[in-house]
C-alpha cells in the first residue's frame, strides 16, 4: 500500500504529467449538508454561535440553506498549458441559475458570458473569475499541504481511467488560517472527511467527494476525460 509521502509526490507532479485536456466535467452538491459541514469548519451554530469568528469569514462564501434540491452542475471542458488556459461550457444547470453560459480564460485575461452579456478583466491580474476551476483536480499540487492522505486496497473506473482510492483528512489549520482546505478542489470551504479516485497513471483527480456523517454532501469529479489530445487553440479565444 502506498504511503503518505508517496502519494504527496503523486499528487504534486500530477500538473507535469498531461499537456492538455478535454472532458465533460460534473458538480454536485446537497447544500444542507455542505451549509452544515461549513458552519462546523467555522466554528458556527444555527443559534449565532462563533459571531466573532465569522467576521473574519467573507460574506459571499457562506452558502445558502437552500435549495432542497441538490445542486447540479455538467460542463464541456478544455485546458492546456497545465490549466494556464481553458474554456468551461454549461451543458446543464440544476438548483442554480447564476453561473455563466461560458467561461474563457488565458491567462492573465478571462471573458464569461450569460445570455447575450460578455465580461472580461482585460488582464488585469488582480481580477479573477470562477467557473472554469475544474483545473484544480488536475493540478493538486497544494493538496498535500492540507490533507492527511491515507490510501486504500480499492480501485475503481471513474471517466474511463483506472483509480485508487485515496482517504483524505483535513490538517489541523494554522492559526493564521493558511492551512489549504475544500477550495483546493473549489468546493465549499467545510468538510473533515474526504475520498479521492486518483488516476494511477497521471494522479491527477478523476473525483473528489466530501462527506458528512458518512453521506456524500458535494462531488466534484470527470464523468469522461482524454489527455494529451490535440485541443483547437480557437476554443480560448477572446469573447465577444
Not at 129 to 143: I, R, S, Y
Request: with cysteine; net charge negative; hydrophobic share 40%.
Amino acid at each position: 500500500m502506498l504511503e503518505q509521502d508517496d502519494l504527496a509526490s503523486r499528487l504534486r507532479a500530477a500538473g507535469d504529467r498531461w499537456t492538455t485536456v478535454s472532458g465533460t466535467f460534473r458538480t454536485w452538491r446537497d447544500q444542507p449538508l455542505v451549509t452544515r459541514a461549513f458552519m462546523e469548519w467555522h466554528g458556527l451554530d444555527e443559534q449565532g454561535a462563533g459571531r466573532n469568528r465569522m467576521r473574519a469569514v467573507a460574506v459571499h462564501e457562506m452558502p445558502d440553506a437552500g435549495p432542497k434540491v441538490p445542486v447540479e452542475h455538467l460542463l464541456r471542458v478544455h485546458a492546456a498549458e497545465r490549466g494556464r488556459r481553458r474554456r468551461a461550457e454549461a451543458l446543464s444547470r440544476v438548483g442554480e441559475m447564476w453561473m455563466d453560459d461560458l467561461v474563457v480564460v488565458d491567462e492573465p485575461w478571462f471573458w464569461s458570458r450569460n445570455g447575450h452579456r460578455v465580461q472580461t478583466n482585460h488582464g488585469d491580474r488582480r481580477t479573477s473569475h470562477g467557473g472554469a476551476d475544474f483545473f484544480l483536480l488536475l493540478t493538486p499540487t497544494d493538496v498535500p499541504d492540507g490533507f492527511d492522505l491515507s490510501a486504500t486496497d480499492e480501485t475503481e473506473t471513474v471517466a474511463g481511467r483506472a483509480c485508487d482510492l485515496v482517504v483524505a483528512t483535513p490538517k489541523e489549520r494554522d492559526p493564521r488560517g493558511c492551512t489549504p482546505g475544500a477550495e483546493v478542489f473549489d468546493m465549499v470551504s467545510g468538510g473533515r472527511e474526504f475520498r479521492f479516485h486518483l488516476d494511477q497513471e497521471t494522479s491527477t483527480l478523476m473525483r473528489v467527494t466530501k462527506l458528512v456523517d458518512g453521506a456524500p454532501a458535494e462531488v466534484n469529479e470527470f464523468l469522461d476525460i482524454a489527455f494529451d489530445e490535440p485541443v483547437d487553440d480557437r476554443l480560448f479565444q477572446p469573447l465577444t
